[in-house]
């Protein structure tokens, strides 16, 4: 397995839920990892990324403020803490891993799924009103 997401469930609006993927094989040595997400009935859409080295990130507009993506190297593993949930935020979250050998992150390049090489199988995030 390369990459384990987990941390999904049921919250009620408002309130918070901290996902986690841990990474392992040659996801581990990825330059940079991603969350995204799908509604029902919805396409994919991306969340937020982060580097490896460094820990800069980038957010959907849709979650900046509210969502915190953060990484702990030793691990081999990225969080997505997500605060302040509203029911639009349900969701499948899916983590990914971008294996390229780029040094920093690049907005137009991490915000597309095709930039990523392994996928998690996805944790389902339900937000009621």
């Known amino acids: 397995v390369q990459l384990q997401a987990s941390g999904g469930g049921l919250v009620q609006a408002g309130g918070s839920l901290r996902l986690s993927c841990a990474a392992s094989?040659?996801?581990?040595?990825?330059?940079?990892m991603g969350w995204f997400r799908q509604a029902p009935g919805k396409e994919r859409e991306f969340v937020a990324a982060?580097?490896?080295?460094?820990?800069?990130?980038i957010y959907a507009d849709s979650v900046k403020g509210r969502f915190t993506i953060s990484r702990d190297n030793a691990k081999t593993t990225v969080y997505l803490q997500m605060n302040g949930l509203i029911p639009e935020d349900t969701a499948i979250y899916y983590c990914?891993?971008?294996?390229?050998?780029?040094?920093?992150?690049?907005?137009?390049?991490?915000?597309?799924?095709?930039?990523?090489?392994?996928w998690g199988q996805g944790t389902l995030v339900t937000v009621s009103s």
């Open positions: 982060i580097m490896w080295s460094g820990g800069s990130t």
């Open positions: 990914a891993a971008d294996a390229s050998p780029l040094r920093y992150l690049v907005a137009t390049y991490h915000v597309r799924e095709a930039s990523y090489d392994y």
């Open positions: 094989g040659r996801a581990s040595s990825s330059s940079a």
